[in-house]
């Protein structure tokens, strides 16, 4: 079964605190991997690919093929950070696959 | 930069109303999907669509539901008998081959 399991609604952190945004897959073949961000009454805004190993807003994600997972992770919270993260999967068909999603609260 | 447009962005309607939900994708994009968020829940796949036709569709996308691309540009989403768990928010995606999904802000629809 195609699953993406985030295990936290909510994490609330305090600015300058470490982030790490927990995704879970099933998947059984090569998926891809994205992250996107929801923020305030916006659209879904793609933030990372695990294909493109990049870092963006100072978010990194790693795919693990071993723990099946690809959380997302940033060292030093901000306050505009504040938003509903969601991981998604790609599998052959194109399709998006979400998990339930993380609403991050950053903390003046 | 292009933006996936949607429109309306709130549509109220009584239940068993027909309603279509519109899209504008990025131009040069020719994959096109269709998702929805029920108020609480995570955002679930509705349909792709490419070439002219559904390429998958999930299993909520029943016979109430279907899609357009009517011209060159828009892409709609239409429910012919609403029912009150039709009630979501009603995103629009597209892309282009082997690229990531770009999301319009969405159509709330509200089943009286």
């Known amino acids: 079964a195609q699953r993406v399991t985030q295990p936290e609604k909510l994490l609330s952190v305090f600015k300058g605190a470490p982030v790490e945004l927990k995704c879970n897959y099933s998947y059984s073949g090569s998926p891809e991997l994205f992250w996107y961000v929801q923020y305030s009454r916006q659209r879904l805004q793609l933030l990372l690919r695990?294909?493109s190993r990049e870092s963006i807003k100072g978010f990194t994600a790693d795919l693990n093929k071993g723990e099946t997972s690809f959380h997302l992770k940033k060292p030093f919270a901000q306050e505009e950070d504040s938003a509903m993260y969601y991981c998604a999967l790609r599998g052959a068909t194109n399709k998006l696959i979400f998990g339930t999603g993380t609403l991050l609260a950053v903390q003046p | 930069e292009p933006e996936v447009t949607q429109t309306p962005s709130h549509q109220v309607t009584q239940m068993g109303q027909e309603v279509i939900l519109r899209c504008v994708p990025i131009?040069?994009?020719?994959?096109f999907y269709w998702y929805r968020q029920i108020l609480g829940q995570k955002v679930e796949f509705l349909v792709s669509?490419?070439?002219?036709?559904?390429?998958?569709k999930s299993e909520i996308f029943d016979d109430q539901f279907s899609v357009e691309r009517p011209d060159g540009s828009n892409f709609t989403l239409k429910i012919r008998s609403t029912k009150l768990e039709d009630s979501a928010m009603y995103f629009c995606?597209?892309?282009?081959?082997?690229?990531?999904?770009?999301f319009g802000d969405g159509t709330r629809l509200s089943i009286l």
């Open positions: 695990h294909i």
């Open positions: 995606a597209s892309h282009r081959e082997g690229q990531p999904q770009h």
């Open positions: 669509f490419y070439n002219n036709e559904i390429s998958e």
């Open positions: 131009s040069n994009h020719l994959y």
